[in-house]
C-alpha cells in the first residue's frame, strides 16, 4: 500500500523562527490535506491541498503531485502553533478514506 | 453552522464491557468516516458511510465492533466485550460525497479500557 512519510519527526522552534515540513507519499493521490492536533486531540483543518500552493497567514504549503511530496511552511512561529501536524493522502478511487503521516511533532519555545 | 461533534468525548469502561460512541456530521455532508487513532501514531481508518449504506471496513474492524448510521443521519460505534488493546483515540470526520472533498473531524472520543 501506499506509504506516507513525514519529516522530520520532531522539532524544537524559539519562537518567531520559520520552519518546514514535509511530507512524502509513495503512490498517486486524489487528494492531501495537512492538520494541526492540538493538545486535546482535535484535527483542524490547516489545508487542502491536492497541488499548487496555498496560503493563510503565517502558513502556507505547496504540493507537488508529480514528484509525490508536499510541503508545509510555518513562519514567525508562535507558542500556540505547538503540537502534532499530519499530512493524509486519499488513493485515487472513490472511498475518500484519508491515509495519515506519523506526524511531525513541534515544539516552540518563548 | 456547526462542525462535527462526538459524545462522549471520555470513556473509562473495564475490559470486557460495551461501550457505545455517537457522532454527529455536519448536517449537509453525506459521507462519514471513523478513525483510530493510538498513542504516537497518525489516525488510521476503520470504516465509512455513504448516507446509510456502510461501504467499507478496514481489517482492523474486529468482529467486536459495529458501526451504524441510521437515516443517513448520526452515526454509532459500538465496541463490545472491550480489551485493553482497544483504548485510543476514536475519531469521526464527515465529507460531501466523493473522495475530492475535504474531510472535517470531530473532537474524537478518548477511550480506556482498565
Known amino acids: 500500500g501506499i506509504q506516507v512519510e513525514q519529516s522530520p519527526p520532531d522539532l524544537i522552534l524559539q519562537e518567531g523562527a520559520n520552519s518546514t515540513l514535509r511530507c512524502n507519499f509513495s503512490?498517486?493521490?486524489?487528494?492531501l490535506q495537512w492538520f494541526h492536533q492540538n493538545p486535546w486531540g482535535q484535527l483542524i483543518n490547516l489545508f487542502y491541498i491536492p497541488s499548487g500552493t496555498k496560503q493563510n497567514g503565517r502558513l502556507s504549503a505547496t504540493t507537488v503531485a508529480t514528484e509525490r511530496y508536499s510541503l508545509l511552511y510555518i513562519s514567525s512561529s508562535q507558542t500556540t502553533d505547538s503540537g502534532v501536524y499530519f499530512c493524509?493522502?486519499?488513493?485515487?478511487?472513490?472511498?475518500?478514506?484519508?491515509?495519515f503521516g506519523q506526524g511531525t511533532t513541534l515544539q516552540v519555545k518563548p | 453552522d456547526t462542525g462535527v461533534s462526538q459524545d462522549p468525548r471520555h470513556k473509562i469502561t473495564k475490559r470486557g464491557q460495551n461501550v457505545t460512541f455517537r457522532c454527529d456530521p455536519i448536517?449537509?455532508?453525506?459521507?462519514l468516516y471513523w478513525y483510530r487513532q493510538t498513542l504516537g501514531q497518525g489516525p488510521e481508518f476503520l470504516t465509512y458511510f455513504q448516507n446509510e449504506a456502510q461501504l467499507e471496513k478496514s481489517r482492523l474492524l474486529s468482529d467486536r465492533f459495529s458501526a451504524e448510521r441510521p437515516k443517513g443521519s448520526f452515526s454509532t460505534l459500538e465496541i463490545q466485550r472491550t480489551e485493553q488493546g482497544d483504548s485510543a483515540m476514536y475519531l469521526c470526520a464527515s465529507s460531501l460525497a466523493t473522495g475530492f472533498y475535504e474531510q472535517y473531524f470531530g473532537p474524537g472520543t478518548r477511550l480506556t479500557v482498565t
Open positions: 503512490d498517486s493521490v486524489n487528494n
Open positions: 448536517s449537509e455532508h453525506n459521507r
Open positions: 493524509a493522502v486519499v488513493l485515487p478511487g472513490n472511498t475518500g478514506k484519508l491515509i
